[in-house]
Structure formats: C-alpha cells, structure tokens
C-alpha cells in the first residue's frame, strides 16, 4: 500500500510529441528568421544599409565648404574693388626690414604731399626734407590706386620739376579717393610714405569696371 501510494505521488513530467516544439523554441526560431529577413533585406538594392547619410552628411558639408571657397575666390578675382597685396608673403617675412625703413623715414625726417592736376590726368608729388625746404635730385616712384579700385594698380617714375615737385601721367582710373604710395631715393638715402589724393571727374559705384 505504501509503495502504490509512493508510486502516485510520483510524476513524471509530460513530454511533448515527437516532432513538435516548446513555446521558447518556437519564438527563439521565429525571432532567427526574423533577423534574417531583415538582414537580407538591409543587402537588397532598394534598401541601403542603416547609418549611411552619416558619411554622405560629412561629404556634403565639405564640398559645400570647398563651393563656397571657390566662389569667394571668383568674386575676389573678378570684382576691381577687391585685391591682393602684393608680394604680401615676402613683406611678412621681411617684417625686420621693412621696421628698418620706419626708422630711416623718421631719421630723414622728409615728408611728401601728392595732388592731382590737369583734371586728373597728371599727378604731382612734392617731397621736402626736415626743414620744408624742396628737395630735388631724387628719383621718386609711385604707386597709385584708387581705394575703391584697389586691384587698378598704376606704377610711374615721375619727372623731377621746380620746387621739389614731381609729376607724371595717370591714365584711366576712377575718380574720388587714392592712396599713393611714395618711395623717393637720393643717393643711399631711400623714404617711403604713403599719401592719399583726391581725384577729380565722375565716380563709379563699387563693384563696376
């Protein structure tokens, strides 16, 4: 009696058919398949991989950073208001120098005052020394510009007159505000200066040949 009722108490666990699966089996096979349809679908050619505008993001900002560059350099080369200093590199490595001609200016002491005459068509530059005296016997260079046309360069070796006056031809250019830039030399004694004048004759907007 004893051991039939050990016996009933005693269950062994139900197994399921042959051939058929639990419930976890089931859904861990089912989320397999699932995984690969996806994956499949991520490798066909209407569907492109997840995370790929990242890289095509980062691509576009840089070649619309290299537009924009090249643009700007258009404009800059086009447009007559815009310019280039020249030798600008050379002038930065020679900052030493070009604090050595200050000095000399300051110890020669001359001064310069450029005009126009002739309706513009002539510019004259009068150079004196310490004193205001004339100062004649020098060759004096020029470069001139007009500041809304900085790129409208004009060099000109202006001939020696009375008064310590030189002069030379301007052709072309705009009307309005000029920068002159001077370099008088006599002998080993060489000043620079920088003057503005003020031309005569209609203005051009900036920006227009």
């Known amino acids: 009696m004893i051991a039939r009722r050990l016996g009933e108490g005693l269950r062994v666990p139900s197994q399921p058919p042959a051939g058929t699966t639990s419930a976890g089996e089931a859904g861990a096979r089912s989320e397999t398949l699932e995984t690969r349809r996806h994956s499949a679908r991520r490798h066909l050619p209407g569907h492109p991989p997840r995370g790929w505008y990242w890289p095509a993001a980062i691509v576009g900002l840089l070649l619309g950073g290299a537009a924009a560059n090249v643009g700007l350099m258009l404009i800059a080369v086009r447009d007559a208001s815009f310019s280039v200093e020249p030798d600008y590199y050379r002038k930065a490595v020679d ?115």
Do not use: C, K
Not at 124 to 143: C, F, T
Not at 144 to 157: H, M
Not at 178 to 200: D, L, Y
């Open 95 to 209: 900052w030493d120098r070009a604090m050595a001609q200050e000095e000399r200016n300051a110890a020669l002491g001359w001064s310069v005052a450029a005009r126009f005459a002739d309706g513009g068509a002539r510019l004259a530059v009068r150079v004196v020394d310490r004193s205001g005296a004339p100062l004649g016997s020098a060759r004096v260079q020029v470069e001139a510009f007009p500041s809304a046309r900085a790129s409208q360069v004009q060099r000109v070796i202006l001939e020696a007159g009375a008064d310590g006056t030189y002069t030379g031809s301007i052709d072309g250019g705009v009307a309005g505000l000029w920068e002159i830039r001077v370099t008088a030399t006599r002998g080993e004694e060489v000043f620079t200066a920088v003057a503005a004048a003020e031309r005569e004759g209609p203005r051009r907007a900036a920006g227009r040949p």
